[in-house]
């Protein structure tokens, strides 16, 4: 055998080697596959799986919403007098009382302006005093003749003149008094002031455009918001029954941080979006609720006893809709529909349910109906 020969062999032989070992090798795979599928077809691997009981329990059924703060009341404090700031009482953002002075104007010019007044009362009230003394004296004089008509219509309408003029300067009096008073500017209303541009020194102007600052009543406080229209009969049939109480809670949590009432709703649907708006009023003692503030509210409409509550994790959606897989006593998973009532927190209120089924929450991708499932812990189960 020459040596292209032996080549030519050496290379068929190693291809025959490769083609058996390649067919061992399948029918060792097809042998192990044949097995799995007889292993399925007697019933297959159990798919662990972690369930949760469903609970039976009294809840609150409420309507939800963002709501937003508001004033009970504002007001922008205005100078009523000309004059230099002298005194400024408070600092920005802080509370203050009804009565409590906040600024202070230079009082000089009107305490002049006040003894000036007083002065012309008392000089105009004197005058008119002398003038019904003479008016009466000569009445009696014209009662026996002894004066004529025309010299007694005089002597009275000296005596009105006075008293006219006397009435003026006790008027002027009690204008200067009013314009001292107004040196002294205090809160009309309890609350939070705001920010002031106004510094000691400073001219301000009677009823400028610009308030000297602007106070906001806080406590209470309005927290308005809206509901679909559909939730209208419900709202007025438990308003009638009482009061409808309201929680206002931060975005992301669950429990809320202030408590409050319904106050009215709205005489008219806002055609435009079809919801209805509502004020609610809270105490805010601690001054959580801030105006211009967005929150979650919650009235609560009534009490339901047998809502029925599993997790949110639990409830899958498919092209039929929603459903959860519960695991029957024979440890096989069933699918059963369901409607989802309303979320409360991390879970939800379902109808479709029993007290007491059990409910996977986790391994429920890896399941179908009538598939067997093993019960483990959630550190088990990924």
Not at 80 to 103: A, H, P
Not at 118 to 145: F, G, M, P
Request: proline content about 5%; some cysteine.
């Amino acid at each position: 055998m020459t040596g292209a020969s032996r080549r030519i062999f050496s290379v068929g032989a190693a291809l025959i080697a490769l083609s058996a070992i390649g067919a061992g090798v399948y029918f060792i795979a097809d042998g192990r596959a044949k097995e799995s599928a007889k292993s399925s077809a007697k019933g297959g691997a159990t798919v662990p799986v972690v369930v949760v009981s469903a609970l039976e329990q009294s809840l609150p059924v409420r309507l939800n919403a963002i709501g937003n703060a508001e004033a009970v009341a504002t007001v922008a404090v205005k100078a009523r007098v000309d004059g230099q700031i002298v005194t400024v009482n408070f600092k920005e953002g802080q509370e203050v009382r009804k009565g409590e002075v906040l600024f202070r104007i230079d009082a000089r010019p009107f305490e002049a302006a006040l003894r000036q007044a007083e002065a012309n009362y008392l000089r105009d009230r004197a005058q008119r005093d002398h003038a019904r003394t003479q008016e009466k004296r000569y009445q009696e004089l014209l009662e026996k003749n002894f004066v004529s008509k025309d010299a007694y219509a005089q002597f009275r309408t000296n005596a009105e003149t006075a008293e006219a003029t006397a009435k003026a300067s006790e008027a002027a009096l009690e204008n200067a008094k009013l314009n001292l008073e107004y040196c002294t500017i205090s809160s009309p209303i309890d609350g939070y002031v705001g920010r002031t541009l106004l510094q000691v020194g400073n001219l301000v102007k009677a009823n400028d455009v610009n308030p000297l600052v602007v106070i906001n009543q806080v406590k209470p406080i309005y927290v308005n918001f809206a509901v679909p229209e559909q939730s209208l009969p419900s709202l007025r049939q438990y308003m009638a029954a009482g009061t409808l109480p309201v929680e206002a809670l931060s975005p992301g949590e669950p429990k809320p941080f202030a408590e409050g009432r319904v106050l009215f709703l709205d005489n008219a649907v806002d055609p435009n979006t079809g919801t209805i708006k509502i004020r609610a009023q809270f105490e805010n003692r601690d001054a959580r609720l801030w105006p211009g503030q967005f929150v979650n509210v919650s009235v609560r409409l009534y009490e339901q006893p047998d809502a029925i509550l599993i997790p949110s994790r639990a409830v899958q959606t498919g092209p039929e809709g929603q459903y959860v897989y519960v695991v029957k006593p024979d440890l096989t998973a069933e699918v059963r529909r369901i409607s989802v009532d309303r979320t409360e927190g991390d879970n939800v209120v379902v109808k479709g349910l029993g007290k007491g089924e059990q409910v996977v929450t986790r391994g429920a991708l890896r399941l179908s109906p009538g598939a067997k499932v093993q019960i483990r812990s959630a550190a088990d189960v990924t």
